[in-house]
């Protein structure tokens, strides 16, 4: 198991960008694919973006393609979500998530195990 703690949310003006960290302790993450998924209230959890062990394999969903950028530090362990262009649909708790073993990047919000607490953003127009 491994514990995930997410950083970097805040409260920003539509147009504006945050970068989101996510610190893994307790096992190396280089074992793991990693995830970003959002939540709005009322609303189900939703994929945002994904990210093998190597970094090499990135997957987005369509509406963050082009205005997020997700990337990993496997020394520090550590995952980021770099968030450009930000729309105040964007609005949501965004949680880190971790699949161990996976060989590519992993959109199944089921197939990851471990997740952390989130960490809030809120896009104002």
């Known amino acids: 198991q491994v514990q995930l703690v997410e950083s970097g949310g805040g409260l920003v003006q539509a147009g504006g960008s945050l970068r989101l960290s996510c610190a893994a302790s307790?096992?190396?993450?280089?074992?793991?694919?990693m995830g970003w998924f959002r939540q709005s209230p009322g609303i189900e959890r939703e994929f945002v973006a994904t990210?093998?062990?190597?970094?090499?394999?990135?997957i987005y969903a369509d509406s963050v393609v082009g205005r997020f950028t997700i990337s990993r530090d496997n020394a520090k362990n550590m995952v980021f979500l770099q968030m450009d262009s930000l729309r105040p649909e964007d609005t949501a708790t965004y949680y880190c998530?971790?699949?161990?073993?996976?060989?590519?990047?992993?959109?199944?919000?089921?197939?990851?195990?471990?997740w952390g607490q989130g960490t809030q953003v809120t896009v104002f127009s």
């Open positions: 990210i093998n062990w190597s970094g090499e394999d990135k």
């Open positions: 998530a971790a699949d161990f073993g996976a060989l590519g990047a992993e959109v199944r919000e089921g197939e990851y195990e471990d």
């Open positions: 307790g096992r190396p993450l280089s074992g793991y694919a």
